[in-house]
């Protein structure tokens, strides 16, 4: 038995992609929990910037909402959200976008919308995009952090919510996206990044106890393997604790 | 001016059957109470129109208020799906919703240009993803300037707007702090407004961050203490986040949803 989950591995290597300095744009949930983590261990002058218009929040307790008081108490500025979106993300002032999805297919393209049937009748009918459609055009790059299964890592998306790397190579250029697309895909079971000619989705990194065979099996598609695969560091002892110390503020929204 | 009046009476004489409504609020100060008093009224064949369409409209969505929403995400943030909103859109229930979707920075843009008197917002935005073909109001436009292509949406022109904030004085004045989310767009830009606050108060004391906005620009501001709760006033209240979860339990069947409609929306009404 390792000493932590699955989620936790996750959440500590998505922390991990997030240098200290850079200004994140960072959707709430995974995304947040693990944003927060990086701030709280290798990168204390990471800036937060939630689409409430929080800039540069430094949240001590995890937000249940993108707009919880304790992100506009913490916050270098609040700003609008017209103003958040067109003079902060648009322009291209954040470095990295931090995404989820419901459905993610091998050129990284998101689907947050709708799931089975068509749009007017679907099976499943999701929140929608949000703020994530521009996060994923305008960022410097983008990451994503996902739990890998068939469900959800499928060979086309239903909805194209947030576009990756649209159907391949150049096609980020010919629809005059300015932002770098996903650079790395971060599941439950590894690390994915887009292969470098073909834009493809390819494993690079399995978290310990993990195996390509699993990764694979829980691919829709028949995933790429990079030459050079490794097995990333299991949580630290310090990364583990400062995440449940986090997780642990989630159940109480209220001043302390 | 804006006329001081009771939350019943705004209701009656600003939000009329038909109207394209807003309710704004991004997650702080929503207009909860307002959205309440629109039920109990039986307001129907409302085009409700919001960026976050979370548990307010689900209780509007579900209690047969809404004939169209436009939207960018429709979530309980941080819990999950809005029950009521996908029962609505899965199922037709209780009655069929039609949907125009966008994104925030479409929507935020679309109230910037409804405050601005324009008729259309230019931004980068929605190239590449399934929006356009399904949201005829999202087109391509060709910068005369430069020659680039960018994104269109319409101007959002509300027949009423309705947002929660701290405080008004005696003139219909109002103040609010914190996260200010689009309301003041919201607000500029519709036809008439309701305003519910925390406080009537003789002076308004400056606040830093303050979004002022001025009572001859509002027509009308009523007195509703908790009027955002479960969502909260910064400076007054913390956001009830124990709600939100426990909304997903209360909204995932029609019984309990019509259960609790009755007993904290129509009886509390009732109550008052």
Known sequence: ?256 | MAKLVSLADGVAHLVRDGDVVALEGFTHLIPFAAGHEIIRQGRQDLTLVRMTPDVIYDQLIGAGCARRLVFSWGGNPGVGSLHRFRDAVQHSWPRPLELEEHSHAGMANRYVAGASGLPFAVLRGYTGTDLPRHTANIRPITCPFTGETLTAVPALRPDVTVVHAQRADRDGNVQMWGITGVQKEAVLAAHRSLVTVEEIVDELEPVPGQVILPGWAITAVAEVPGGAHPSYAHGYSVRDNDFYRSWDAVSRHRDTFRAWLDQHVHQAGAAA
């Not at chain 1, 000619?197 to 995933?223: I, K």
């Open chain 1, 1 to 256: 038995m390792a000493g932590w989950t699955a989620d936790e591995m996750m959440t500590v290597a998505a922390a991990r992609q997030l240098r200290d300095g850079i200004a994140c744009f960072v959707g709430i949930g995974l995304p947040s929990t693990a944003a927060n983590l990086a701030r709280a261990t290798h990168a204390p002058n990471l800036v937060l910037i939630y689409e409430s218009g929080c800039l540069g929040a430094k949240p001590d307790r995890l937000p249940l909402s993108i707009g919880d008081g304790v992100l506009a108490d913490t916050a270098d500025a609040v700003v609008s959200v017209p103003e958040v979106f067109n003079y902060w993300l648009q322009p291209g002032r954040i470095d990295v976008g931090f995404l989820g999805a419901a459905q993610l297919d091998r050129y990284g393209n998101i689907n947050t919308t709708v799931v089975g049937g068509d749009y007017d009748a679907p099976k499943v009918r999701l929140p929608g995009a949000g703020g994530a459609p521009e996060i994923a055009a305008s960022c410097g790059e983008v990451v994503v952090i996902v739990r890998q299964d068939l469900r959800t890592f499928t060979e086309r998306v239903d909805f194209v919510t947030s576009v990756g790397y649209g159907s391949g190579p150049g096609d980020r250029e010919r629809l005059g996206l300015r932002g770098g697309g996903p650079r790395v895909v971060i599941t439950d079971l590894g690390v994915l990044e887009p292969d470098p000619v073909t834009c493809e989705l390819t494993l690079t990194r399995l978290h310990p106890g993990v195996t390509r065979e699993q990764a694979r099996a829980a691919t829709g598609w028949d995933l790429a393997v990079a030459e050079g695969l490794t097995t990333g560091e299991p949580p630290t002892a310090r990364e583990l604790a400062v995440l449940r110390a986090l997780e642990a503020t989630k159940s109480d929204g209220r001043r302390p």
